[in-house]
């Protein structure tokens, strides 16, 4: 792949030929004439530190406040996306073009900052933020576009369709913020200050209601990202990308989660405003007002949000037989979170806890996707029996496995299991940390307890509102309809296992802790 495949990359192009490196000339040669012909650069290995912001990676993530964090698929069993390729230019890092963040009194004159008072200083502070966020954000966007939209659609690195569906409705959020900077600088007097702001939000937050098709569009949008980035022409694109100044070191991702981000933070940006408003400003009321607007919103906005990525997931599930297939599932409208965890033989699962059911799976490749076959039959969290267990209590399976194995791999272990009839389960399951496992308990016994109000409040209790059928299947014995519950509290970062698992179920050494009588489970 050559340069001019590249039109906008010739002056990065051109930079990087003048770092290239030049043999030192030895004594006996060092009066011929310099020749023109391009030495080979010696290959510089960059520190992955220095390419990618640090990004906290848990195996749980949480579905109580979707938009407050962004959507990752990172684990550490996978290949770094940005790792050299063989097919990669090994190039000198380039300089990274830095954005200025100046505050409201160092941008105008200072003489007259000497006319206010400390606090309204601080409330043109935080105008002049929300006016300055503007500006880097409708910048952002509109690099997003140039830099990699179109670039990628011209040299036909991506299909229209797919860039469409990764990119969203991002065209349509740069004239709604141009809109609001508009309105800002128009009221901004001759001096830089600002006098009333209140009215101006309020008109205007309404908008916002268009962030409901970007944001939910955003799990679909980073899983079709993710595999796109299996094609060395795409990965080799975004790493010249991430490589050259005008990225700040951020993926085309970091740019994509701009907005959501940015919705995120109205509501601060704007209790910031009104903290420094005197009582008895008239923006006081309007501030008041545009808070409870963009509250409303966001709230909206998470819920729809929730809802598209619990669908997402579901319609991601494998079912090995039709048995396993159940009604909580399919009626399940949020996802409580979901993460990477492995049993006591070491084996990877995925589990998924939805609003009352339990579904532990294993994540597979299938028809180029990654999808999430069910391991085991899924789980009522109404009859799910939660322990907490002790490190070192937990026996991991294998003679040798655990006559060899050292004491991290023994902790951080919790037992889900569950009875009904002559159908049972034990999964000793493990987390990646202390933190997470913890996390992992609270959201299972905040489920539970909704659970259980949700069945108190219907009058039904888990034997009278389901039977066991004859294969297994759990199926609802009455007609009522399934009561929704409010999504758990937290969030974490998402850790996805991509590589495919073999179809081989190992089977788990189950330990009863009502009967103290060890259980085999049957292979899947």
């Known amino acids: 792949m050559v340069a001019k495949d590249y039109p906008f990359y010739l002056s990065v192009k051109r930079a990087n030929c003048a770092l290239e490196v030049q043999t030192v000339p030895s004594p006996a040669k060092e009066t011929e004439e310099p020749s023109n012909k391009r030495v080979k650069p010696l290959s510089r290995v960059t520190s992955l530190a220095n390419l990618i912001p640090p990004v906290r990676a848990t195996p749980l993530k949480r579905f109580s406040q979707t938009l407050q964090r962004s959507i990752s698929f990172r684990s550490d069993s996978r290949p770094d996306l940005f790792s050299p390729r063989p097919w990669a230019r090994n190039v000198p890092p380039a300089s990274t073009k830095r954005r200025d963040s100046k505050l409201w009194s160092e941008t105008f004159d200072v003489c007259v900052n000497h006319m206010l008072t400390a606090k309204e200083i601080k409330r043109q502070e935080a105008i002049f933020e929300l006016s300055k966020g503007e500006e880097d954000l409708i910048e952002d966007l509109k690099l997003a576009k140039k830099a990699y939209h179109d670039p990628m659609l011209k040299l036909s690195i991506m299909t229209e369709q797919e860039l469409n569906q990764i990119f969203g409705t991002l065209d349509s959020l740069i004239p709604l913020h141009e809109d609001l900077l508009r309105r800002l600088q128009?009221?901004?007097?001759?001096?830089?200050?600002?006098?009333?702001?209140?009215?101006?939000?309020?008109?205007?937050?309404?908008?916002?209601?268009?962030?409901?098709?970007?944001?939910?569009?955003?799990?679909?949008?980073?899983?079709?990202?993710?595999?796109?980035?299996?094609?060395?022409?795409?990965?080799?694109?975004?790493?010249?990308?991430?490589?050259?100044?005008?990225?700040?070191?951020?993926?085309?991702?970091?740019?994509?989660?701009?907005?959501?981000?940015?919705?995120?933070?109205?509501?601060?940006?704007?209790?910031?405003?009104?903290?420094?408003?005197?009582?008895?400003?008239?923006?006081?009321?309007?501030?008041?007002?545009?808070?409870?607007?963009?509250?409303?919103?966001?709230?909206?906005?998470?819920?729809?949000?929730?809802?598209?990525?619990c669908q997402y997931y579901k319609e991601r599930l494998i079912y090995l037989e039709e048995g396993q297939r159940d009604s909580l599932i399919d009626n399940s409208r949020a996802l409580c979170c979901h993460g990477e965890l492995k049993n006591n033989r070491g084996v990877k699962l995925h589990v998924f806890l939805f609003e009352e059911v339990l579904v532990i799976t294993r994540a597979i490749t299938h028809n180029e996707q990654l999808c999430y076959q069910l391991y085991r039959q899924p789980i009522p969290v109404r009859e799910l029996v939660l322990e907490d267990l002790q490190d070192g209590e937990v026996r991991l399976g294998g003679s040798i496995r655990g006559a060899f194995s050292n004491n991290e791999r023994i902790k951080n272990f919790f037992r889900v299991s569950f009875k009904s009839g002559s159908q049972s389960q034990t999964h000793s399951l493990q987390a990646n940390d202390s933190f997470n496992k913890q996390q992992w308990l609270n959201c299972i016994r905040q489920a539970k307890e909704k659970a259980a109000c949700a069945g108190k409040a219907g009058g039904l209790n888990s034997e009278a509102h389901f039977v066991l059928s004859a294969n297994g299947r759990r199926v609802p014995s009455g007609e009522s309809s399934l009561e929704q519950m409010e999504q758990s509290d937290c969030e974490s970062d998402c850790s996805m296992d991509t590589s495919e698992v073999s179809g081989d179920c190992e089977r788990m050494e189950q330990t009863n802790s009502c009967e103290h009588e060890k259980q085999i489970e049957t292979n899947v």
Not at 198 to 224: E, F, T
Not at 274 to 282: A, C, G, I, S
């Open 186 to 309: 128009e009221i901004r007097k001759p001096d830089g200050s600002t006098e009333h702001v209140g009215h101006i939000l309020v008109g205007w937050l309404p908008c916002l209601n268009s962030y409901d098709s970007y944001c939910s569009n955003q799990v679909a949008a980073k899983a079709l990202l993710d595999h796109k980035k299996q094609d060395h022409r795409v990965q080799d694109f975004l790493q010249r990308c991430l490589e050259s100044p005008f990225s700040r070191k951020l993926d085309l991702w970091n740019f994509l989660d701009i907005p959501r981000s940015r919705l995120v933070k109205y509501p601060l940006l704007l209790r910031e405003i009104l903290r420094h408003t005197p009582n008895d400003h008239p923006d006081q009321q309007h501030l008041e007002e545009a808070i409870n607007i963009i509250q409303g919103i966001v709230a909206e906005i998470n819920i729809k949000t929730g809802e598209s990525e």
